[in-house]
Every structure is written in structure tokens, then in C-alpha cells.
């Protein structure tokens, strides 16, 4: 349709003409599916809780659920390889590092990924740190071309906007790419140290992965979000600060 008397015609920057083009690729490319799990993060806020005012002092920002997620993610990437991979033709080129891309908003004017670089050899303050020093940077345009690109599995924060589900399309030529929706308090089934069961409220959200089917099968792809779900669940991440 024409523009009319009645509308205003904004042009497409060039960031995002390249993320419209990149994504429409992607679209093309890749045979996406999509799996999902619900994460309750008590036992993460159990933590955030406890450091909250240590960590902001010593860092000079807070500690948010996305470090926990990012760490979860890479440790669940050393388990289930052929996601932290690329397609290359008919061959699946699966890396021996983790370089993880962390989508970043620039205030409604284009998406950049920065990457973490060997995430695997870092630990959850790192992490942090360093996906807090990409964000700041990218939001200034201060970012190498180096920064953004060769990431081999990436990271969409979608819950920091309010999201509570969201299906991103993958970042080429990877294989895999989650979205962390928002975090929200509402009713769970939880079990009791008596062995019995009662309903409690619990900081609760969802997981929602976009994958390559060429890559593997959707069994594979539950298994990866099973285990990030279990070590969000379940780790001591006192004993990683």
C-alpha cells in the first residue's frame, strides 16, 4: 500500500534493513522448530537474595536472572553438543568452545549479539560482568565488528521487555537460540521435606528454544532445556560468587 496524505513514512535504518534480511534468511534456511519449559527460580532468587546488596556494591549494578540462565545454558551445551553447532552444507560443524551471543535492544532501532567469548572457562560473576560491559557498549555504539560476530549459540532476553512467550528465529548459521521470557510470581506445586505437597507461590518463567531440525530431532531439543531447567533448579549458585 502507498503512503497516503494521513501517514508518515519513516525509513528503515540500515540495522534494520540487515536484521530484516538476515532474518528472512534464517526463515529460509533453516526448518525451524520450537520447544519450551517452565523454570521455577526459587533456588535462583535464593541466591540473588542473599548476595543482592554484596553484589551491586562490589560490581556497580544488580545481578539479574540472565547470568544464571547463560551459565546454565553453557554448562547444558557441554552435554548436548550438537547444539552449540553450525550447518556447513550437508556436514554439522559442532565447536569445541562456547561463544555466547546475547541479543541486545537498541532502543527499538535494531538488535545487535554480542558475544561472550569461551563462556565455557567462566564462571557466573564473569558472565556477568561481561554480558553487563557488551550490553553498555553495544547500547553506546561502541561494539568492534569483532564483537558481534562468530557467536555459536545465542541468547534473546525477551522477559527483561515483559514477554511471557516468544519464538525467535535463529541467528545463521547456528543451530539453536533461546529466549528468556519474564520472570513472574504466581502459584506452583511444590514438594515438602514431609514428602507431601502444598501450593506455594514461586518466581516462575518460561524457557522457549528455536531450533534446526536439520541439526537433530525434537527429543534431543528437550533433553538440552530439561537439563538447563535442572541445573537453574537445582544448583548451589552460592558456591559460584
Known sequence: MLAGDRDTVVPLSKIRQLTGSHMVE?????????????????NVDATRSAVKAEFRAAEGFSLTYLPFVARAIVDALAE????????DGDRLVVHGYVDLG?????????????????????RLRAIAREIRDLA??????????????????????NG??????????????????????AVVRRPVVAAMADGGEAIVIHPVGNLAMSWDHRAFDGAY???????????LETRDWSAEL
Open 80 to 87: 548436548f553438543p550438537h547444539l552449540n553447532a553450525s550447518v
Open 102 to 122: 546475547i541479543a541486545v535492544d537498541l532502543d527499538h532501532e535494531g538488535l545487535l549479539a554480542p558475544v561472550v567469548r569461551s563462556a565455557e572457562a567462566k
Open 221 to 231: 531439543a528437550a533433553g538440552f532445556l530439561k537439563r538447563v531447567k535442572q541445573i
Open 136 to 157: 553498555d557498549r553495544a547500547k553506546a555504539r561502541r561494539l568492534s565488528p569483532d564483537e558481534i560476530q562468530g557467536g555459536t549459540f545465542t541468547i534473546s532476553n
Open 26 to 42: 534464517s526463515k529460509s534456511i533453516s526448518p525451524h522448530a520450537f520447544s519450551v519449559v517452565e523454570v521455577d527460580y526459587s
Open 160 to 181: 527483561s521487555a515483559g514477554s511471557v512467550l516468544t519464538m525467535p528465529i535463529i541467528n545463521q548459521p547456528q543451530v539453536g537460540i533461546i529466549s528468556t521470557d
